[in-house]
C-alpha cells in the first residue's frame, strides 16, 4: 500500500469529460467523477444493471450447422468473397438480426451533479490516490483552499463525499447552491420512464429506473419475475442544507446552512424489479460517518494491496502495474456479475459498443491474465461464474446446431438468459478456438492454487464439455480422410479470429493456429486434471479418444519469412500479412507450447514469429506483449512506449491503431475506439510485468526472464503455478534472494539463478543445491529460501 501511494493520478485543471475523470469502483459499483468548470458531475455504473431486454428471433431460420455448411460448399471456389453469392448475403443479413438490436447492454445508472457559481468557486483539479481509493477535488471558493473528497465504500454500493477545509469538517463554507439527480440521457424512450422523488426534509432525493424485460415498449404491469431496476438515492447531511427546488429533479441547497459540516452518501440499490423499494421509500443514511466508512474502505484496500507488490527500478512500469491493479480491483468482483468490455463505467452510449458484451475470442479472457500471477485468483471467480452462466446455451448449442456432444462457447454472449447464439453468424460465429479459450483459465485458476475442489466442483465440467466437443469436431469426416492426403484429424472449417471471415472454398478457414495450440492445451489440460481427480478410468473412453486425435494432430502452420521460418495463422498464409489479433504467436501465449524452455529449433521459430509479426493495433497491448515476454524478447522501452501511446487522461488504455494495411486505411482514425468506453481487457498490463520478473508456465519457476540486468526489481508474493508464492530481489545484475512459500505441498522446480551453487534455508537448517534445474519437496504450509553460495560458505545467507 506505501509503494501504489507513491502512484497516484493527478490532474491539475477541470476534468469535464468522461475520459478525463476519476475512475472509481468496489468491483460492483462504479463511479466516474468528472470537474466541469461550473460543477462536480459523478456518473454511475453497475456490473449488475444492463437493459437485459434480448431479441431472438429467426431461430427457425438459422439451420444447423451441417446444412449451412453443405450449402456454402457450393459456392465457387473462384468468388472475391463469399457475400458474392445473394443466398448467403441475405443468410447473414437474418443472422446478424438480433445482433445488430442496441439490447442488452450495461445501463448507466445516473449522476450526480453539485453546482456552484463559478464567479466564486474554482476547480483547480484533482488527485486519485490509488492506494486507497479517495479522490481529492481541489477548489478555490472566494480565495481560499477546499477539497471536496469522495471515495466509494468497498462492502456497499455506495458513494461518499464530503467538504473539508483547514478548519475541518465541522467549519466548511458551503460552496455548492444545486444539486441533482439525472438520469442517464440516452436512456431508450421505450423503456418505462424514470421515477423521481425529493424530500428537503429527510434530506434526500432519489430516482428509480425499471428495467424490463419484454422488448416491446411499456410491460404489461404482470409482475414478470425476470424485470430488474435500479434506484440512485442520494441522502444529504445536515438535512437542512436540502430544499425542494423547481422541480422533482433538482434540490437547491439552502442558503440559510452556509457554514458547517457537508457530507453526501449516494447509494445505488439494484435486482428484481420486485426487491427494489420505491422511491420515496428511500431510506436515510443517518450520520453520514464519512472518516469511519473511509476507515473501512482505507482497510479494505490494504488487505487488497497485500497479496502482492513490486519495487522496480523503472518507475513508469512500476507505475503501470499498480495503477492498473488499482483499476483492475474497482471493475470486477467475484460477488458480482462478470465485467464486460467496458465494465462498470458507462454514461450514454460509452460503453455500448458491442453491446458491452462478452467477446470470447481473447477479450473476455485477457483481463483474468493478471488475476493468477498478481495472486488476486479470487477475482477470477467473476470469469468462472459467466462461463458456468453461459453453460446452458453452450451444451444446447453444440447439441442441436452441430450434433455434437459437449458445449460449443460462443463468439459473443451477455449476462441475461439466452436461448440460443446471440451471434450465430458463420463468419465469426465460426471461431473454433473461442471453445477451448473460454475454459482455458478454470484450468490456470487449478494450477496455479491446486484446489481440487474448484477442480472438481467448477473447472472439470466445463473443460471435459469443451474436450468432448473438440474431439467430436475434428472427427467429422470432413475434417479427415483421403481428401486431405493424410491421416491427421484437422480442425475444419474454422475462422482465425478477427481475420477473414469464411473464404470461398474454404481455403482460409483449417487448421487456424490458435484452434490447434489451444485444443492441444486442452486435451492436455483434461488429461491432467482426470489423473488429478482419479477419474482416468472413468473417462477412459473420452481420454482415448483425445489420444487418438492427439497422435494425429495437424502440424502448426509455417511460412518462410525474411526472417527465416515463422508461425502463420492458417496454411498457406502470407507471412507479411498485417494481423489484429496476434495470430502468428499464439504458441508461445495463449498456447504455451512454445518458449524459453522450448528446443533451440522450436524456440527459433517462434522467436522468428514474435519479431516478424505485424499487427494494426486495437488487440495487442497485452496479448502481444505477453509472447514476447515468455520468449524473453519484450523490449521494455518499446512497450512502454506504446502504453503511452494508448494512455487515456484518466490513467487507463485505450485500444489504439498501429498502421494500415490490414482491415484499417490510411484514412481510419487511429483513435477510433478511444471513445467507446474504459477497455477493460488492457487492465492486464501488470501481468506482462510479472511474466517480466517470474515465470511458471511449464511447472518450472525462472526468475527475472525479460527484466534488464542493470536496473534493480524486487517482487512480492507473486504466484506461480503450483500454488507457489514466490518473493525475489534482483540487485546489482544478480538475483540476492528469493523466498517461496507453498500452499498446496506440490513439489517445486526452479531454475538455478546463478552460476554457482545455491544456498537453501528452511527449518532454521542450511543446505546446497547444485545444478541448473533445482527441486525440492515442498509440503503444504513449508517455505524457504535461496541465496548465492559465495566464498564456498554459507555466510551470505539471511534469516
Not at 499498480?322 to 480491483?329: A, S
Not at 498478481?374 to 462461463?387: F, P, Q
Not at 446455451?393 to 458445449?407: L, P
Not at 487507463?652 to 474504459?678: H, V
Request: net charge negative.
Amino acid at each position: 500500500m506505501e509503494r501504489a501511494a507513491a502512484h497516484g493520478i493527478r490532474y491539475d485543471r477541470p476534468a469535464a469529460t468522461f475520459f478525463e475523470g476519476a475512475l472509481l469502483g468496489n468491483g460492483k459499483l462504479g463511479a466516474v467523477v468528472t470537474t466541469r468548470p461550473d460543477a462536480i458531475v459523478i456518473h454511475f455504473g453497475h456490473n449488475n444493471v444492463w437493459d437485459i431486454r434480448i431479441a431472438e428471433n429467426n431461430k427457425e431460420k438459422i439451420g444447423t450447422f451441417e446444412s449451412l455448411f453443405s450449402r456454402l460448399k457450393e459456392i465457387p471456389s473462384h468468388y472475391g468473397s463469399l457475400s458474392d453469392d445473394p443466398w448467403y448475403r441475405e443468410y447473414v443479413e437474418m443472422a446478424a438480426e438480433n445482433y445488430a438490436r442496441p439490447y442488452p447492454r450495461p445501463m448507466p445508472c445516473g449522476s450526480l451533479l453539485l453546482g456552484f457559481d463559478r464567479r466564486r468557486i474554482e476547480v483547480l483539479g484533482h488527485t486519485l490516490r490509488i492506494h486507497d481509493g479517495m479522490c481529492e477535488i481541489d477548489l478555490l471558493a472566494d480565495g481560499k483552499q477546499m477539497q471536496l473528497l469522495t471515495f466509494v465504500e468497498q462492502d456497499s454500493d455506495a458513494l461518499r463525499l464530503a467538504l473539508r477545509a483547514d478548519g475541518g469538517p465541522e467549519d466548511v463554507q458551503i460552496v455548492f447552491n444545486r444539486v441533482k439527480l439525472i438520469a442517464d440521457p440516452r436512456t431508450p424512450q421505450e423503456l418505462p420512464a424514470p421515477e423521481p422523488y425529493i424530500d428537503a426534509q429527510r434530506g434526500l432525493m432519489a430516482f428509480r429506473q425499471r428495467l424490463p424485460a419484454a422488448t416491446g415498449g411499456e410491460p404489461e404491469d404482470d409482475g414478470r419475475a425476470t424485470d430488474r431496476a435500479f434506484r440512485l438515492t442520494a441522502t444529504f447531511e445536515p438535512k437542512a442544507v436540502l430544499q425542494a427546488g423547481v422541480s422533482s429533479w433538482e434540490g437547491l441547497l439552502n442558503p440559510v446552512q452556509a457554514e458547517g459540516r457537508f457530507e453526501v452518501r449516494v447509494a445505488l440499490d439494484e435486482g428484481f424489479d420486485a426487491d427494489v423499494p420505491e422511491p420515496d421509500a428511500a431510506q436515510q443514511a443517518g450520520d453520514a460517518g464519512f472518516a469511519s466508512a473511509f476507515a473501512q474502505a482505507a482497510d479494505s484496500w490494504s488487505r487488497f494491496w497485500s497479496r502482492s507488490g513490486v519495487a522496480l527500478g523503472d518507475a513508469f512500469l512500476e507505475r503501470t502495474w499498480y495503477r492498473n491493479l488499482y483499476f483492475f480491483n474497482c471493475a470486477v468482483s467475484p460477488d458480482a456479475i462478470c465485467p464486460g468490455l467496458f465494465a462498470n463505467w458507462s454514461y450514454g452510449k460509452i460503453g455500448s459498443e458491442w453491446h458491452g458484451d462478452y467477446h470470447m475470442n481473447y477479450n473476455t479472457q485477457q483481463p483474468f491474465w493478471l488475476a493468477f500471477s498478481s495472486n488476486h485468483v479470487d477475482k477470477h471467480l467473476a470469469y468462472v461464474d459467466m462461463v458456468e452462466r453461459i453453460g446452458p446455451v453452450s451444451r444446447k448449442w453444440a447439441s442441436e446446431y452441430y450434433g455434437s456432444r459437449g458445449a460449443y462457447y460462443p463468439h459473443s454472449a451477455y449476462p441475461v438468459e439466452m436461448t440460443m447464439m446471440p451471434y450465430p453468424v458463420p463468419h465469426w460465429g465460426w471461431e473454433i478456438c473461442e471453445t477451448p479459450w473460454t475454459v482455458q483459465s478454470l484450468w490456470w485458476h487449478y494450477l496455479y492454487t491446486m484446489d481440487l475442489d474448484f477442480l472438481a466442483g467448477r473447472a472439470f465440467g466445463p473443460i471435459r464439455d469443451a474436450a468432448l466437443f473438440m474431439v467430436d469436431y475434428m472427427k467429422r469426416p470432413d475434417a479427415r480422410g483421403e481428401a486431405w492426403g493424410d491421416e491427421r484429424y484437422h480442425v475444419y472449417p474454422t475462422v482465425a479470429p478477427e481475420l477473414y471471415e469464411l473464404t470461398p472454398g474454404f481455403r482460409l478457414n483449417r487448421d487456424c493456429i490458435v484452434d490447434l495450440t489451444l485444443t492441444k492445451f486442452l486435451y492436455r489440460a483434461f488429461g491432467q486434471a482426470c489423473a488429478a481427480l482419479g477419474r482416468t478410468q472413468e473417462e477412459a473412453e473420452l481420454l482415448a479418444e483425445v489420444e487418438e486425435v492427439l497422435s494425429h494432430f495437424p502440424d502448426y502452420p509455417t511460412a518462410e519469412s525474411a526472417r527465416g521460418t515463422v508461425f502463420v495463422s492458417v496454411p498457406g498464409e502470407d507471412p507479411e500479412v498485417v494481423y489484429n489479433v496476434p495470430n502468428g504467436v499464439a504458441t508461445v501465449f495463449p498456447g504455451e507450447d512454445h518458449g524459453l524452455h522450448s528446443p533451440p529449433d522450436d524456440y527459433a521459430i517462434a522467436a522468428n514469429s514474435y519479431l516478424n509479426h505485424r499487427n494494426e493495433g486495437g488487440n495487442d497491448l497485452v496479448f502481444f506483449a505477453m509472447a514476447g515476454a515468455r520468449l524473453g524478447l519484450l523490449d521494455l522501452e518499446r512497450f512502454k512506449r506504446q502504453i503511452e501511446y494508448c494512455m487515456l487522461p484518466n490513467g487507463t488504455c485505450t485500444d489504439k491503431l498501429l498502421e494500415a494495411g490490414g482491415r484499417y486505411s490510411d484514412t481510419t482514425p487511429f483513435d477510433y475506439m478511444g471513445q467507446m468506453g474504459i477497455w477493460f481487457e488492457n487492465f492486464a498490463l501488470p501481468a506482462v510485468i510479472n511474466e517480466c520478473l517470474l515465470q511458471s508456465y511449464n511447472g518450472v519457476l525462472r526468475l527475472f526472464p525479460n527484466w534488464p540486468k542493470h536496473l534493480p526489481a524486487s517482487f512480492s508474493t507473486l504466484r506461480a503455478a503450483g500454488g507457489f508464492l514466490v518473493s525475489a530481489s534482483l540487485e546489482n545484475g544478480q538475483v540476492s534472494w528469493i523466498d517461496i512459500f507453498s500452499e498446496a505441498g506440490a513439489p517445486l522446480q526452479i531454475y538455478n539463478p546463478w552460476t554457482a551453487d545455491a544456498a537453501v534455508l528452511r527449518d532454521g537448517a542450511a543446505e546446497r543445491a547444485n545444478g541448473a534445474l533445482l527441486a525440492f519437496d515442498m509440503p503444504a504450509g513449508t517455505a524457504l529460501r535461496l541465496v548465492p553460495v559465495q566464498d564456498g560458505s554459507h555466510h551470505s545467507i539471511r534469516s
